[in-house]
T-cell receptor, first 109, second 116 residues
Framework: GQSLEQPSEVTAVEGAIVQINCTYQ??????LSWYQQHDGGAPTFLSY????GLEETGRFSSFLSRSDSYGYLLLQELQMKDSASYFC??????????FGTGTLLAVQP | KAGVTQTPRYLIKTRGQQVTLSCSPI?????VSWYQQTPGQGLQFLFE???????NKGNFPGRFSGRQFSNSRSEMNVSTLELGDSALYLC???????????????FGPGTRLTVL
């Protein structure tokens, strides 16, 4: 079957750096996306990796290793507003996204 | 551009009833996907429509169906509602590359369905 595993919860303090890991097992893998979802809100796109390596977008970076079926999202200079759920999602040859289990990030002052 | 809109935002139904949810994608987006989100199962793919055709389907029973209109607006229908259908139903739209896939999906605020 297809699955993406993430830690269920991560806690960090303001200003710190946190890494959220994602391991996947999917067929026809094209790339790994990351979405942020605040409580009661809609998922919003953060980052996408089609190739191995690091993609940087402001305070967020995402990494992919196809050989290890592994990726991570790195959040730097954490702010209270970063408290949310974060999902990795695997895309295949079409627009079907398989989402990970989700990681609840709690940023403490 | 206006974002993805979904109506209604909240619905309360009883077991056995049916429900229709509506989604208007971002202007110019022809792909519309539907997802079900529950605390226990997370975000699960229901189906995707492109140019009025269902291109992908998730592992949901036939009670879940959908369609897309010529203006790309989409509806999903759930018949014979069960308690377990209580969930947040999210619609997402995306632009289309020549290859037929895209990397970014834009989600609507969702419809919160409660089945009593």
């Amino acid at each position: 079957g297809q699955s993406l595993e993430q830690p269920s919860e991560v806690t960090a303090v303001e200003g710190a750096i946190v890494q959220i890991n994602c391991t996947y097992q999917t067929s026809g893998f094209y790339g790994l996306s990351w979405y942020q979802q605040h409580d009661g809100g809609a998922p919003t796109f953060l980052s996408y990796n089609a190739l191995d390596g690091l993609e940087e977008t402001g305070r967020f970076s995402s990494f992919l290793s196809r050989s290890d079926s592994y990726g991570y999202l790195l959040l730097q200079e954490l702010q209270m507003k970063d408290s949310a759920s974060y999902f990795c999602a695997a895309g295949g040859a079409t627009n079907k996204l398989i989402f990970g289990t989700g990681t609840l990030l709690a940023v403490q002052p | 551009k206006a974002g993805v809109t979904q109506t209604p935002r909240y619905l309360i139904k009883t077991r056995g009833q049916q429900v229709t949810l509506s989604c208007s994608p971002i202007s110019g987006h022809r792909s519309v996907s539907w997802y079900q989100q529950t605390p226990g199962q997370g975000l699960q793919f229901l189906f995707e429509y492109f140019s009025e055709t269902q291109r992908n389907k998730g592992n949901f029973p036939g009670r879940f169906s959908g369609r897309q209109f010529s203006n790309s607006r989409s509806e999903m229908n759930v018949s014979t509602l069960e308690l377990g259908d209580s969930a947040l139903y999210l619609c997402a739209s995306s632009s289309e590359w020549a290859s037929g896939r895209t990397d970014t999906q834009y989600f609507g605020p969702g419809t919160r369905l409660t089945v009593l």
